[in-house]
Every structure is written in C-alpha cells, then in structure tokens.
C-alpha cells in the first residue's frame, strides 16, 4: 500500500487536517490541507511535508477503542522534520483513519516499517565495512550468495576417526 488518506482535529477542536501520507523509497509524504471544523470556509493550501526514512524512530498501527478508531503513530527523531504539521509534539503525531481504511493503514504502517528496516541494515552494513577496512589486517566481508558456503572462512580441521 503506497498511500492512505488521514484526518485529525487541530487547535483544540476548531480545526481539522486531512490529508494522505505517501511512502516511496525515500521515505514519508504527507500532503495535507487545514480548515475549520465549525464551517469548512477556511481552508489553507496544501502543503507537503517529507519524512525522510532516517528521521524516522517508529511507525505503529492502532486499532483504537473497541476497535473503531484506527490510527497510525508516528515518531521521529528530530522534531524539526514535523514542522508546520499542527498538533505534532515531541516529535510525535497521530494520523486518525476511517474505519473503512483499517486494512490499508495496516499494510501501510507494515511496508513503511519493513523499509525503514531496510534502511537501517543497509546503513549498519556500510559502517560494519567501513570499520572493517579501518581494522589493519583484515578485508571487507565479500557479498555472498544465499546458500552458498563463504569462501573466505576457514573451516574447522575434520577429525578422523
């Protein structure tokens, strides 16, 4: 699931955010658009906000009370990347869905976490390599098929017998 639109109130109750948030390989979208709740009159212009997948700290699916209120959460590491979205605090903002989105917003939360995990292996892999060509007398680990022995490790002597 690449999208799923989201709503949640704004200045205490007087106003309301909807808007979809977008995953692609560089991260999180959110285009938004702000009104009032009272009559919808005011309106702003969309925005657009960009999370990128390393100021990401979580992404959680909740189902809400009795099951009715789906949400998605979200954490970043830098509250500086939520700026300009209302309500976001402490790096933290809650995206309300509609009942009916429940399953995108599952399979969307599921595909943003499995690339954010993506990301943090390809990142720990590069500085594993790094480290190991700094270490005198050792090599980068070469990339190895699946299932294939590593050629470059030794095996234990075989004992006779």
Do not use: C
Not at 45 to 50: D, H, Q, T, V
Not at 147 to 159: N, V
């Amino acid at each position: 699931m690449d999208a799923v639109s989201f709503h949640f109130e704004s200045h205490g109750g007087l106003g309301e955010v909807r808007g979809l948030a977008r995953s692609d390989e560089d991260g999180l979208e959110l285009q938004f658009t702000a009104r009032d709740a009272m009559f919808g009159l005011v309106k702003t212009a969309p925005k657009s906000l960009r999370v990128p997948l390393e100021a990401l700290s979580s992404v959680h699916y909740r189902a809400g009370f009795l099951w009715l209120m789906p949400s998605i959460e979200i954490r970043v590491n830098d509250a500086r990347v939520l700026d300009g979205l209302p309500e976001a605090e402490g790096g933290r903002i809650v995206l309300r869905l509609r009942f009916s989105d429940r399953r995108d917003g599952r399979a969307f939360v599921s595909e943003l976490d499995m690339m954010r995990s993506h990301y943090r292996i390809a990142l720990l892999d590069a500085r594993l390599d790094r480290l190991a060509s700094l270490t005198p007398g050792r090599e980068p680990r070469a990339t190895q098929a699946i299932g294939k022995p590593d050629a470059t490790r030794q095996q234990p002597p075989q004992s006779e017998g």
